[in-house]
């Protein structure tokens, strides 16, 4: 099998520009972009190349330092599973400017890949990633179906499932991409029980309506325990079971579940 730079630019579907590749029916400068990186602006979350090669160790304080102090722990936790795992490739969707395909690359995978349709950030992750073989990063849409050649041993979809519409279309797209005993990880997004939802909703609309951004562009998707239940799946890490509501009492540690969905589990 090729490299993902090698099946890239191999294929006439996609071009490259200053080590960023793009596909070529998908069009650039999109709703969700612009909207996105409003937020994250708002948010302080738009960072330096200095700042992005240093994460998940963040240097600031306040909101922000204790949010990374947060990811750290899981990405630590995320490392030592992987770890044990040894996968040859790794494929990260929404993976923004790289950050953590990079901590991955240079401690888990010889072989990485990010997709993304922030061009912003990706071309970030370009710069502070480099344009060697063993990484690549892409502006396109997963939705699509525009991968059929590579796959991964792992698929990463860390704070981006909230972004897709309908969670079991998503996660049908990706199981093709897997290898036979390949796995998918959705971490960083929150699931709601049916009667949270609605109150869920309404500190989005909130929170969205104070930053400024349009209803049509909000582009943010709440998913419940319920949308998984067509998928055979194992929560590795579960922040409401009773040791980890008792160990926060003590450490700072992640409020999302950590998902894993395998393939050879959901074949038949």
Same mark, same amino acid.
């Given at each position: 099998m090729n490299s993902c730079q090698e099946w890239l630019k191999n294929d006439k579907r996609f071009y490259q520009e200053e080590g960023l590749f793009y596909q070529k029916d998908f069009p650039r400068h999109n709703s969700f972009e612009e909207s996105y990186l409003k937020l994250r602006q708002k948010e302080g979350r738009v960072y330096s190349d200095e700042v992005v090669r240093l994460l998940?160790?963040?240097?600031?304080?306040?909101?922000?330092?204790?949010?990374?102090?947060i990811r750290k722990r899981s990405t630590q936790r995320l490392i030592h599973y992987l770890q044990r795992k040894r996968p040859a490739r790794i494929l990260e969707i929404g993976c923004g400017n790289g950050w953590l395909l990079r901590y991955?690359?240079?401690?888990?995978?010889p072989e990485c890949c990010g997709i993304d349709i922030n061009e912003q950030e990706l071309q970030q992750a370009v710069r502070i990633s480099g344009t060697a073989s063993s990484t690549c990063f892409l502006y396109g849409d997963i939705l699509s179906g525009f991968i059929n050649e590579w796959r991964a041993d792992i698929i990463i979809v860390a704070s981006a499932a909230q972004y897709f519409p309908h969670l079991n279309h998503f996660i049908d797209r990706l199981t093709p991409l897997l290898t036979p005993h390949g796995e998918i990880h959705i971490i960083d997004t929150p699931f709601y029980h049916e009667g949270e939802?609605? &109150?869920? !909703?309404?500190?989005?609309?909130?929170?969205?309506?104070?930053?400024?951004?349009?209803?049509?562009?909000?582009?943010?998707?709440?998913?419940?325990?319920?949308?998984?239940?067509?998928? &055979?799946? !194992?929560?590795?890490y579960q922040p409401t079971n009773f040791f980890n509501k008792m160990k926060k009492l003590f450490i700072q540690d992640s409020p999302f579940p950590w998902i894993v969905i395998s393939k050879k589990d959901n074949n038949g």
């Open positions: 998940p160790e963040f240097q600031g304080s306040g909101a922000l330092a204790t949010e990374w102090k991955l690359h240079q401690h888990v995978a939802i609605e &109150n869920a !909703k309404r500190r989005s609309e909130k929170y969205f309506t104070d930053a400024g951004i349009d209803a049509k562009q909000r582009h943010y998707y709440h998913h419940t325990w319920n949308s998984l239940e067509p998928v &055979n799946y !194992k929560i590795v």
